[in-house]
Every structure is written in structure tokens, then in C-alpha cells.
């Protein structure tokens, strides 16, 4: 069975430009989550998003947006750039709403590496 | 404050000693504990979950003080493939998220 799958894995961006990033949770599961982890950091929570609903936001700007389609896939948008958004950004896939409690186990893509310069 | 508190070492022990991780966590409310795995330049990936009882899972024992705000982890018998992140991970239920701390490195030396 496939795991999390996120694309690209790698880009590059320059400083206020947009950004678009994918993410497509295992079979079955209904719940994405965006985190964002910089260097030297634990990831931080960003969206959780529950059939094609935001269901919970983290401390981050409005130019940090997301949207779940139907197919339960997600899409995290960043515009205007900064050089502090260069960070490993982590899709993670539970079955239902949750923070990983019995039975609802999370996993985490690989993740897409943004370098914004 | 952070919400969670990790020593981020590095720790560097030789293969086969036992080595415990220490973490704190600020919110009272929080209800589900985990540790993760982090190797370099990867996703994490869930160790074990963490209980009030404590819990084992073969070189690894977890426990959690919800009085003090405390979750621990002893890995014994330490192995080169143990080298790796171990973050410390509180779920907040209402947030709906999962709060991590910023790891400690541990580096497992032949």
C-alpha cells in the first residue's frame, strides 16, 4: 500500500513568490495535516483539514492557506515568500480527527524541502 | 516557554549502553504522548506511544508523569541504527495537533 505521498520533494523559490504544494494521504484516510519543520526544530503544527474541512489551525500567518479536495488529497499555499519560510514542510495522514490517540495513528510524508532565496 | 522541553544533546554513548531522553510538556490539558524517530534529513516516524502505566516495546521503555508533566525514554543496549532524532510529541486534542519538541540527537558510537 502506498504511504503519504508529497510532491515536489525539492524546489527552490525566491523571495515573494507563491508556492503550491502537494500532499496525498494513505488509502482510507480521511484527515491531512501540514506541519513545518526549520532546521534545528520539531515540526509545527500549520493546518489539519477533515473531510475537505479545516479543522484546526496552527500560529501562522494568512499567507499560509490550505484546501482538501474530495479525493481527501491536500494543498498547502504560501504566498509572499520569506526567507524564513525555507523549511522541510511534513504532510501527515491520520483515518479520522485526532492527534494520533488509539486507533488513529499519524504518518508523516517525506516531506518537500522549499529553499526560498 | 515552550510547550515541549527536550535536552537537544547531542547525547554520544557507546554501542551497548543505556541511554535516557527526558522531556516536559506545559499544557495540563494534553491528552495522547508519543515519541518519535527522526533520522537526518527524513520525515518522523512514530517510536511508541506513550502511557501513564508505562509501556516496553523491546529496547525501548517509555513512561509518562502526568502529575509532573514528564515523559521519558531508555533505550538499553544502545545500537549504531539507534543514531537518530528522538522527538517528544504531545497531542492537544483541542487544537487538533500535535506539539513537538525540538528533539535530542543521539549519536551511538562503535
Known amino acids: 500500500d502506498a504511504g503519504v505521498t508529497q510532491s515536489p520533494t525539492h524546489l527552490i523559490k525566491t523571495r515573494g513568490q507563491h508556492v503550491t504544494l502537494r500532499c496525498s494521504p494513505i488509502?482510507?484516510?480521511?484527515?491531512v495535516s501540514w506541519y513545518q519543520q526549520v532546521l534545528g526544530q520539531g515540526p509545527q503544527f500549520i493546518f489539519q483539514?477533515?473531510?475537505?474541512?479545516?479543522?484546526g489551525r496552527g500560529n501562522f500567518p494568512d499567507r499560509f492557506s490550505a484546501r482538501q479536495f474530495p479525493n481527501y488529497s491536500s494543498e498547502l499555499n504560501v504566498n509572499a515568500l520569506l526567507l524564513g519560510d525555507s523549511a522541510l514542510y511534513l504532510c501527515?495522514?491520520?483515518?479520522?480527527?485526532?492527534?494520533?490517540?488509539?486507533?488513529?495513528?499519524?504518518?508523516f510524508g517525506e516531506g518537500s524541502w522549499l529553499t526560498v532565496v | 516557554r515552550k510547550e515541549v522541553e527536550q535536552d537537544p544533546g547531542p547525547f554520544n554513548v557507546p554501542e551497548g549502553a543505556t541511554v535516557a531522553f527526558n522531556c516536559t510538556y506545559s499544557?495540563?490539558?494534553?491528552?495522547?504522548f508519543f515519541w518519535y524517530r527522526q533520522d537526518c534529513r527524513k520525515e518522523p516516524k512514530l517510536l511508541m506511544s506513550?502511557?501513564?502505566s508505562g509501556n516496553e516495546d523491546g529496547r525501548f521503555t517509555a513512561q509518562l508523569n502526568r502529575a509532573s508533566q514528564y515523559i521519558s525514554l531508555l533505550i538499553r543496549d544502545s545500537k549504531l541504527s539507534d543514531s537518530a532524532t528522538y522527538l517528544c510529541?504531545?497531542?492537544?486534542?483541542?487544537?487538533?495537533?500535535?506539539?513537538f519538541g525540538s528533539g535530542t540527537r543521539l549519536q551511538v558510537q562503535p
Open positions: 501527515a495522514s491520520t483515518k479520522g480527527v485526532g492527534t494520533g490517540d488509539s486507533g488513529n495513528t499519524i504518518y
Open positions: 488509502s482510507g484516510h480521511k484527515s
Open positions: 483539514y477533515y473531510e475537505k474541512e479545516e479543522r
Open positions: 499544557n495540563s490539558a494534553s491528552q495522547s
Open positions: 506513550v502511557y501513564s
Open positions: 510529541v504531545v497531542g492537544d486534542t483541542g487544537r487538533r495537533a500535535l506539539t
